[in-house]
């Protein structure tokens, strides 16, 4: 769709198996996050922006409420709608969002507003937000603190151009937000376990400019990867591992 960055494109048609596949779930403590920052309930109308495959989607709606996802890839929409049946799925983007105005309790970004950090986006978000309507922000990011966490990431740096990361703050900027109240910030711990194949390497296949690349690129980064697991004395040799992440999760409101 217009707008949208070539590593989201291409990345995220060629590797939504592997995102739905690799990707981390959610620390349980985001349930109270979605009640008290968001004011999710039952009767509550709330929009998965940038839904992906719906990883985020499921805590909306076991939060209570009625959940519209829209997500601009095709190939994620298609796993999307293999995961959630029940669940609208809408080709749509951040600029221009398939609902009526003042029609959402909640937006909910996760994994995405930094694809979409403009004030474009943010008007069209205050578009379709009732007024004391919430928009949330959320990112698992590895923990960098873990040596062989910040190892992986030396190896998916050279990478990444000029595609879009949560890490690089650029998103920042974009607030405060005329129209909304100051952004509120909340942190917790991750522990995405499982076999390394999932919880590393289709993780990293999963990022989007790294599943962009031509195949013979993209099978010197696993190499790498694969490199990495092979040496790191916390993933050798073991079935199960655990990838630590933080989870950020920031909120506002509009305003009258």
């Given at each position: 769709?217009?707008?949208?960055?070539?590593?989201?494109?291409?990345?995220?048609?060629?590797?939504?198996?592997?995102?739905?596949?690799?990707?981390?779930?959610?620390?349980?403590?985001?349930?109270?996050?979605?009640?008290?920052?968001?004011?999710?309930?039952?009767?509550?109308?709330?929009?998965?922006?940038?839904?992906?495959?719906?990883?985020?989607?499921?805590?909306?709606?076991?939060?209570?409420?009625?959940?519209?996802?829209?997500?601009?890839?095709?190939?994620?929409?298609?796993?999307?709608?293999?995961?959630?049946?029940?669940?609208?799925?809408?080709?749509?983007?951040?600029?221009?969002?398939?609902?009526?105005?003042?029609?959402?309790?909640?937006?909910?970004?996760?994994?995405?507003?930094?694809?979409?950090?403009?004030?474009?986006?943010?008007?069209?978000?205050?578009r379709v937000l009732k007024v004391g309507?919430?928009?949330?922000?959320?990112?698992?990011?590895?923990?960098?603190?873990?040596?062989?966490?910040?190892?992986?990431?030396?190896?998916?740096?050279?990478?990444?151009?000029?595609?879009?990361?949560?890490?690089?703050?650029?998103?920042?900027?974009?607030?405060?937000?005329?129209?909304?109240?100051?952004?509120?910030?909340?942190?917790?711990?991750?522990?995405?376990?499982?076999?390394?194949?999932?919880?590393?390497?289709?993780?990293?296949?999963?990022?989007?400019?790294?599943?962009?690349?031509?195949?013979?690129?993209?099978?010197?980064?696993?190499?790498?990867?694969?490199?990495?697991?092979?040496?790191?004395?916390?993933?050798?040799?073991?079935?199960?591992?655990?990838?630590?992440?933080?989870?950020?999760?920031?909120?506002?409101?509009?305003?009258?």
């Open positions: 769709m217009r707008n949208l960055h070539r590593a989201a494109a291409q990345g995220f048609e060629a590797g939504a198996t592997r995102y739905s596949a690799g990707r981390p779930d959610y620390p349980a403590e985001l349930d109270d996050w979605l009640r008290d920052a968001l004011g999710l309930a039952s009767g509550k109308r709330a929009l998965d922006l940038g839904a992906g495959t719906g990883k985020f989607t499921a805590r909306l709606i076991a939060a209570g409420a009625s959940v519209t996802a829209v997500e601009p890839v095709a190939a994620m929409r298609a796993e999307f709608a293999r995961a959630l049946p029940e669940v609208q799925v809408l080709e749509g983007s951040a600029e221009a969002i398939p609902a009526s105005d003042a029609s959402l309790d909640a937006v909910a970004c996760a994994q995405s507003f930094h694809w979409f950090a403009t004030p474009a986006a943010l008007a069209e978000i205050r309507g919430a928009l949330g922000l959320v990112w698992n990011v590895r923990d960098e603190r873990i040596a062989w966490v910040a190892a992986l990431d030396a190896i998916l740096r050279p990478y990444e151009g000029d595609a879009p990361r949560h890490e690089s703050g650029f998103w920042r900027r974009a607030f405060p937000a005329p129209g909304f109240t100051p952004l509120a910030e909340r942190r917790f711990r991750y522990d995405h376990e499982g076999p390394p194949e999932r919880v590393i390497v289709d993780r990293v296949l999963s990022t989007s400019f790294i599943a962009a690349l031509e195949p013979v690129e993209r099978g010197k980064v696993e190499d790498a990867v694969r490199a990495l697991i092979a040496g790191a004395p916390e993933l050798a040799g073991r079935d199960r591992v655990i990838s630590p992440y933080v989870t950020i999760a920031c909120s506002c409101r509009k305003r009258d």
